[in-house]
């Protein structure tokens, strides 16, 4: 599933790339010039024989922190499915997939469904990292942000729904829409569509019994 994929991709390499920054600095700090190009021109004639050894090592440090960042373990995917009936806002649910995932240690869990009224088709996403922060993780940048632009492009803004914080944007140059609810520090349920506007978006979003997710923590 494309949301499984990305999420793991994102936490994988914003972690990896954070332990060879640290390594990095760690390394260079202290050090004159002279001391770096000596030290450069070993590390050069060493490379080939240590590169197994620090991948492995890299990898290593990268799954210890992605044990360190999940709080707990994600629910079910199929919990999460059960908050996407067969018919929501008027819209009918023509497919649904769901998926409990993890690579090294970390786990992620996404329920996906497909509703379409006539012609119109909409997507909805509810995706449960098992407590790490998804604005750092890049899922919900949105949710430590204020933001409220728009243009003859569209919009975008953060804003609150029912109390929790939402995004919401249209590009009216591709038609696509979307709303998205970071709920309970925790979950995010997304709606997004090439046919309904924001203010439908909304009104399908708040269909769904998301007050059902506290006890899913």
């Known amino acids: 599933m494309k949301i499984v994929q990305q999420v793991?991709?994102?936490?994988?390499?914003?972690?990896?790339?954070?332990?060879?920054?640290?390594?990095?600095?760690?390394?260079?700090s202290g050090n004159s010039y002279a001391e770096?190009?000596?030290?450069?021109?070993?590390s050069e004639q060493n490379n080939l024989k240590d590169t197994p050894k620090n991948m492995e090592e890299a990898l290593r440090q990268v799954k210890d922190q992605m044990k360190?960042?999940?709080?707990?373990?994600?629910?079910n995917f199929r919990e999460l499915q059960a908050l996407l009936p067969e018919?929501?806002?008027?819209?009918?649910?023509?497919?649904?997939?769901g998926q409990t995932a993890g690579a090294m240690g970390f786990k992620v869990s996404t329920a996906e469904a497909t509703y379409k009224d006539g012609n119109k088709k909409v997507e909805i996403d509810i995706v449960d990292m098992g407590g790490i922060n998804m604005a750092s993780m890049g899922m919900a940048s949105w949710a430590?942000?204020?933001?409220?632009k728009e243009d003859e492009n569209g919009f975008e803004r953060t804003t609150t729904i029912h109390g929790?914080?939402?995004?919401?944007?249209?590009?009216?140059?591709?038609?696509?829409?979307?709303?998205?609810?970071?709920?309970?520090?925790?979950?995010?349920?997304?709606?997004?569509?090439?046919?309904?506007?924001?203010k439908e978006l909304r009104s399908i979003v708040t269909a769904i019994k998301t007050e059902k997710l506290k006890g899913l923590k």
């Open 164 to 198: 929790n914080k939402a995004y919401e944007k249209q590009n009216n140059r591709t038609g696509e829409s979307e709303v998205a609810l970071l709920l309970y520090d925790r979950f995010v349920v997304k709606s997004s569509s090439y046919d309904a506007g924001v």
């Open 68 to 75: 360190d960042l999940q709080q707990s373990e994600p629910v």
């Open 144 to 148: 430590s942000l204020e933001i409220d």
């Open 36 to 42: 770096e190009q000596s030290e450069r021109s070993s």
């Open 87 to 97: 018919s929501l806002a008027g819209y009918e649910r023509t497919s649904k997939e």
């Open 8 to 28: 793991l991709l994102l936490l994988f390499f914003s972690i990896f790339t954070a332990c060879g920054s640290d390594d990095s600095q760690n390394n260079s």
